[in-house]
């Protein structure tokens, strides 16, 4: 019994995320609930696909995020639990098709789709879900939220395209990574803040201060997923670090790596990236922790953070306001480590 | 120079659609223009690849009713190019996919996507296309409109997965093929005609009327593409015979085939249909065209050919309602030969 008095860092960080939550825990049961039900909506040949793709132990961000800009705002209506599941299922549509560009075999724990049935089936997955979360958002009235929804979802289109098209390419900028980031994880995050706000009618300031809270929250929550995939516990995360860099992926870290090295170095460097067998990785990660480059974006990511909050003042003060202000910290307390 | 004097079928053909689109040709050509500037909406790292996807050789089947319903119902109007425009990018998609799924390397002679820069860049590509197309859709001040294409792009995707499952399945029903292709190839056919009419808010029956023409259309005409994969000339469509039996697709001559065989038979062929090599597919065709399968799936597409016709009787009479029974017409020349 020894082993349940242990602190695990996994099972803390939900029930931070849990605590942060409070306010809308039970619609989020709701919310979950709705989820599930999206899959009967489809044909019976499909509805097994879809369940097992949305099912998961996903942290439901992006659906608490479009809750509590409800919440802040106003009411938390049938319409703000429609969105929760839109934005849910156009996250749930790219990951099966990332499982496949990445051919991965596992998510959280679980076989990924390809894995289970192969690519063919997998992209039509994806495509499946991303149709059917189109179709329920025409089904708003105000047909803005629709459209937003729309042009969000093609940014995160764009976004991962891309991302793929310039791994390997020494000559992304810093600006270059910031804009990938922002269409392909925050326009998500934007959306479903800025939709939260707009189904209840607030104010326009009111909602451009949600949208950037959603924005910065988003790309700082991806420079997270960035560092960690670098610097992160290999036993915790269960999986080999340095994995973006193996496939390409030049991420904040390594891109001031890039710019913080002399000439010489950064040729060396770039060497390492382009060849990037395991013992390159391994030393390029050490090279990103030694030159303060992974600091360097920890810090990037808190500044990110601290200008969402600063968004809120905007927001008139209620337990979701609050709520919002607390997962800022709780992706802050998260991160911080990292930098020091 | 004997040889410009032979008849060139392919030729032949594109000159009898041109002949029967006369009313739109000059429309088609503002289509084909508007199609090709949708790639300059996108960021400039995904514009290369957007074009590439959308310049093609093909036949702008579903622009063009679009059209031919916008006039028949009253003026071809901005929203008719509208909307045939997001027909296309939504079929574009789905063939970008497809190549990905099917492995092809070419399409109308050009190298796919998926041969150029691999499956990951298509796999995206393909949802870029989706994605901006139904954002486009999002921007008719008729928000039935948006819904309604949402609802077609989720069948055909819903389609194409069901499809893709059932590969290689002895179980599969002539019913179970109809739902498919009316999902995966109807839907879109569909969809084109009702909303042609409804932007022209023409009364009920006539909406109702051209949305069954096109679905009937549309079923006909993938019952065409199957028979010509089985019972075309190898040369002319410059690829083998019988891919889809290769795939496992279970097309409608196949299901006559089984379905008309003697259990003894019907057990061979189901052995030839999983064992699947060469010799077998050939044998297969062989015994489609043998036993008057193939002759039948001609019948049944010249049926549904004739259902489509007679739709047209509830629309006004104009050279655009005379387009569109042509368009049939020349369907059912182009199948009929088969079925002799």
Redesign the interface.
């Known amino acids: 019994m020894q082993s349940s008095t242990k602190t695990d860092p996994a099972t803390d960080k939900a029930a931070a995320l849990k605590a942060t939550l409070e306010p809308i825990n039970a619609q989020l049961y709701s919310v979950e609930e709705r989820i599930r039900q999206q899959a009967r909506a489809?044909?019976p040949?499909?509805e097994g696909?879809v369940a097992y793709a949305i099912e998961s132990n996903g942290k439901r961000l992006r659906p608490a995020l479009a809750l509590l800009a409800g919440g802040a705002t106003g009411e938390i209506g049938p319409n703000h639990f429609e969105l929760a599941v839109v934005v849910e299922l156009i996250h749930a549509a790219t990951l099966v098709?990332d499982d496949?560009?990445d051919g991965a075999e596992k998510r959280r724990g679980q076989p990924t789709a390809n894995a289970k049935w192969g690519?063919?089936?997998s992209?039509?997955?994806?495509?499946?879900l991303?149709?059917?979360a189109?179709?329920i958002?025409?089904?708003f009235q105000n047909?803005e939220v629709?459209?937003r929804?729309?042009?969000a979802?093609?940014d995160?289109?764009?976004g991962?395209?891309?991302q793929?098209?310039?791994r390997f390419d020494l000559k992304l900028s810093v600006p270059d990574y910031y804009k990938i980031i922002e269409?392909k994880t925050a326009a998500l995050f934007g959306v479903a803040t800025e939709l939260g706000a707009l189904l209840n009618e607030a104010p326009p300031e009111v909602i451009t201060a949600l949208k950037t809270f959603g924005l910065r929250l988003g790309s700082a929550y991806q420079i997270y997923d960035d560092v960690v995939d670098l610097a992160g516990d290999e036993a915790k995360a269960g999986k080999t670090l340095g994995s973006d860099l193996r496939k390409g992926k030049l991420t904040l870290p390594i891109l001031y790596l890039l710019q913080q090295s002399d000439p010489e170095d950064r040729q060396r460097i770039s060497q390492q990236i382009l060849e990037g067998d395991d013992a390159d990785v391994s030393l390029l990660v050490q090279a990103a922790l030694d030159a303060g480059a992974v600091r360097n974006a920890v810090a990037t990511a808190r500044k990110l953070l601290r200008e969402a909050s600063a968004q809120i003042a905007v927001v008139p003060a209620n337990k979701y306001r609050d709520s919002l202000g607390m997962l800022v910290q709780t992706l802050d307390d998260m991160i911080a480590p990292f930098g020091a």
């Open positions: 489809f044909d040949g499909v696909y098709h496949i560009l690519n063919a089936i992209v039509l997955l994806g495509d499946c991303f149709a059917h189109l179709k958002s025409t089904g047909g629709s459209r929804i729309a042009h979802a093609a995160v289109c764009s991962e395209i891309i793929t098209q310039r269409m």
